[in-house]
């Protein structure tokens, strides 16, 4: 940690930061400038807040040295995290990208959907994506099937053999929605829903927590520390967007580079869901295709038996006419380059 | 709504909208010029979501006309909402503007935190501020004393009269904590946990609405619409900074604007957090007084009676004797300044 | 244009903005709401300014339907604008994509700057890049070796048969730049310094438009409007990154749904410049080869001799080695990959 | 200077940073912690730049202890800067706030521009503004008058005995616009257009310099040391509202913080423009009287005899009569409480 003094710091209130930090058994070593004091504080920052030091008067700025994240961190974990999502299917580096697609939300029409979930199967894809309950900027929009959208994707996994994965929302239902899916989401707007990701991180489930669209890198990796830190090491990042200052042609502005940031800073596998960072059909696939060559692990995508009827995110989803010439095209990029040339960097 | 569809739609796609519209009972207008076709929808939007027709081929985008939100907005209520408080507080336009004060954090110092407690009420503020429930970006972090923090609260309470108003994290808290406060706070990353917002919308108490960092004003306000839509109409809105691009020098951008914009929008009150939006104590006065002339019905302050020790935001907290020089400042404005000018106004 | 008036507007205030859309010729079409009136004007929009209109008593808002600019749009020229570079290069739809090398400025060790000259036209890129006039956020830094750099460019070309591109950041300069280089460049911070502009949009010679820092894709095109409408319609487009609320980890966010968006809504070529996007060496290769898989037409890369001693931007500049291993990957992409998938989109 | 290395960074790399920074005569000391070792240099950070360090191999992070601006800082200059403006105003700390008034840009309704500088004279404003150059997002709007508008702001200021400020948008027309002007204002979208910053600095003439939409404040205040560097320090800042995401109710957002930030961390006087920050009428006089409350030391209004046939910015200028309530409300602001509290804190 490193504590930058006003340059009119008195000599007192130097010495009263440097008490704090010699109490939790920092070691110190003062830079003294012509214009202002500058500690720098080697020890276990988790001993003590940088807040709690920036409160003193006469601090100007404490700026952090290491990552105030660890369990999530690459340097507690040198070589990359590989999660076994179940019949066979693992994330993470060295294995190949995985595909999860499906329509936003669950709807009624079963028929529709099973559907569906059977052109996802077909694409090659092995993950089914649905929402059961969904978050909703209006309370005048469609809130999901709850429980009874649960049961529809237990029936479409029975009939397909794709594996589930669908939104948590709340505390209380952590463990019901467990019972039917096999990864749980945590969406965007709960990325700082401490008590739900404690809840997520009792459960041995493996979780896709999305990223906020305001989190900085930093705010997304100690979501992840949240639920990790509660027992659950199982943790995949989804990069989905932020917001920008441009949102006339997209929704939010999709953060390409978080992913191979994420993949120095972390061992957690990413993916990226161009469909909801752009909110447009046309751009999924280009945006898709990009994450994958950037480094992400998997991609998420967005297709209904019906876009023009959907509850939710039509806009974005593609039909299954689209989604199978986008996987024709994602197959193939990863057949003749991505694998190729991670057989390369072996 | 305004719907633009493509420069090269065809007129089956145009008719598929036209259609669509129809069955929802709008009233369509064409307007056909050299480049593109333009219909105009009139009819009640809440019948059918934008996004649901930004879903047609063909469309290149939909523009809403009237705000999404309906119960918080000024045209379904011309006059301001004024808020019981209770015990004579009253929030809202021609009130005396409302000062919430006190720690960041309830902490296991009880004795200090009364002495808080005392010097808020002397001051002239009416209400005592405290979490009890913390939302922390990092788990290593104090993350409240929780019910025990609860029982301090009510108990400064007692002994000074003020109003409490305090942190609901989780739809499983919310009856519990309202047994405790006078006024349950919704916390900034929990802007759009919507779970949480219908909990607090079942709730008799009024509801403190945090503006989220990445939320736009229309977000926010249809937040408030689900507390509203869920029965309780006596929700508080406070701006407390977004996501800047300059994280240098403040936590966040505190967008005062958003204090005459929602009073033009919306007839809910609204108040200014400067401690929480810029994170240094030498920034709270001046923003608390600028908010204040731009039309806030109310600030909140945090102040510790040792902030070097405080667990949590002790860079933006007020000592206890800066507290009393800035709340004379704030208490000289509003008889100098803000009550003359506001009765020149009736 | 669509007009939405205030839901209090008199219907005095109705008309007056009537009658000076009808002053222009506009056709116009009246939606009367419940609660507030609309007006949908069909005319040309460049002979009335949106923020003229907005201006009056009683409008609450204007929208605009068609986009502002004109010969930079899709609409004006549905077919790709192919730009011929000199010595036979292109750049645009259907061409292979241009790479663009060379150190962020010219620096006075020309042996050096010769060197990557040579590996540059090696590695197959077809355009030389360099900088000799700079624009420093610091009066401090570096601010290049003015006309002595460009006769440094000058040689680089001769010797090896690369084309030039260079920065003019004064309307008094562009003569003199465009006497030595073959495609001015018009730096981010100077997207909207509009003298500038119109001195290069006067000029026989390709120009290179980098995006602001700020620049929402609609202030983009219309930078590339003042060029056109200057007379020259050689525009390039570069996307560089806008600025984000997170610059820990990199210098700003590379917004790479630009490439298709623009791509839709223009006919001008678009390339991507991951170096400056990044400033970070290892982001480089991963965001070049995503910027390509997004569409498009080129990349600019930066590489130095030795970029330990390089006078800017040294942290993004990658060494001779590192940039010949990036570009046989980028090479391999587009060979492997794009060229043939290109083929089967004709 | 602090360097912070990779975890994996070698021995031989860290010895290759030392001994740079030790050629430079930085003193050095060394903190190896059990993670990454972090070498904090202290010396002139003027004579390196930071991003020459952060280029080396194995380097993670370079992070600022000083601003990199010096002459523009408060460690160079305790006192606040009192700029004289000429005819007996001055502006800066300590000085009564300074308001400048007039319409967005000269058009050639003299007359009208005349009835305007004569209200503006009348309100007890000390300075007439009025663009003769307009910086034009698109090439199909206003451009200005040029030369033919100094004139006539040179004729409002014989007839009223008012100062006069506008806008230099080249190099090539700084001496020009100086014969006519007694303070030079720089664009927002020119702020860091740096030959031009230089070509203002070699004048004796005051600068406003406006903030640009992108820029941190940083950014701002190095872009002040361009003119100050150059050899003039009568540097006025402006505050006029960033770029943020949410542009539905304002054009931009007012950073209002920026105030007293900027007064910590600088002398140079600062004021606000709450027209071009918020782009709309009814948040003019909110914002203007807030930005002196936050301790601005001047405001700039703007006020067109004729709004709604205004060329440019109708939709945020104030009629006369508007104008005239507004500085009522700023002038009694200023009387009963800014002065009078001024007074206390000396």
């Known amino acids: 940690?490193?504590?930058?003094?006003?340059?009119?710091?008195?000599?007192?209130?130097?010495?009263?930061?440097?008490?704090?930090?010699?109490?939790?058994?920092?070691?110190?070593?003062?830079?003294?400038?012509?214009?202002?004091?500058?500690?720098?504080?080697?020890?276990?920052?988790?001993?003590?807040?940088?807040?709690?030091?920036?409160?003193?008067?006469?601090?100007?700025?404490?700026?952090?040295?290491?990552?105030?994240?660890?369990?999530?961190?690459?340097?507690?974990?040198?070589?990359?995290s590989i999660i076994d999502l179940g019949r066979g299917v693992k994330i993470g580096n060295g294995q190949r990208p995985v595909i999860m697609a499906g329509p936003c939300s669950v709807e009624d029409d079963k028929e529709g959907f099973l559907r569906v979930a059977h052109a996802v199967k077909e694409s090659g894809a092995k993950i089914l994506r649905g929402g059961a309950f969904k978050p909703r900027t209006s309370p005048y929009e469609f809130q999901?099937?709850?429980?009874?959208?649960?049961?529809?994707?237990?029936?479409?996994?029975?009939e397909t053999g794709l594996l589930v994965v669908t939104e948590v929302m709340d505390s209380a239902d952590a463990?019901?929605?467990?019972?039917?899916?096999?990864?749980?989401?945590?969406?965007?707007?709960?990325?700082?829903?401490?008590?739900?990701?404690?809840?997520v991180g009792k459960l041995d489930k493996p979780v896709l927590l999305k990223r906020g669209p305001a989190a900085t890198i930093r705010e997304f990796l100690l979501a992840a520390e949240h639920i990790m830190y509660a027992g659950n090491s199982k943790v995949i990042l989804c990069e989905r967007g932020v917001k920008g200052f441009d949102s006339t042609y997209t929704r939010n502005t999709l953060d390409l580079a978080a992913v191979p940031i994420i993949r120095k800073y972390s061992h957690l596998p990413i993916i990226v869901d161009p469909s909801h960072a752009t909110g447009r059909r046309y751009l999924v696939a280009p945006m898709a295709k990009a994450g994958l060559i950037a480094g992400a692990h998997g991609v998420m995508i967005e297709v209904h038996h019906n876009p023009d009827r959907a509850y939710s995110d039509g806009a974005q989803s593609l039909t299954i006419e689209q989604y199978q010439k986008v996987m024709k095209e994602i197959n193939e990029l990863i057949d003749k380059f991505i694998i190729p040339v991670a057989k390369l960097n072996v």
Chains 1, 2, 3, 4 share one sequence.
């Open 1 to 80: 940690m490193i504590i930058v003094m006003e340059p009119d710091a008195t000599e007192e209130q130097i010495q009263k930061v440097a008490e704090k930090m010699e109490s939790y058994d920092f070691k110190l070593i003062f830079n003294r400038g012509d214009v202002m004091t500058v500690i720098a504080a080697i020890g276990d920052k988790r001993l003590v807040e940088p807040q709690s030091i920036a409160s003193y008067e006469g601090v100007r700025e404490v700026k952090l040295i290491q990552e105030p994240f660890k369990m999530a961190s690459r340097e507690s974990k040198r070589t990359d």
């Open 144 to 158: 999901g099937l709850e429980e009874e959208g649960l049961k529809y994707l237990a029936q479409a996994r029975e």
């Open 175 to 199: 463990e019901m929605v467990a019972d039917y899916a096999d990864i749980l989401q945590i969406g965007a707007r709960n990325m700082q829903n401490f008590k739900l990701l404690k809840a």
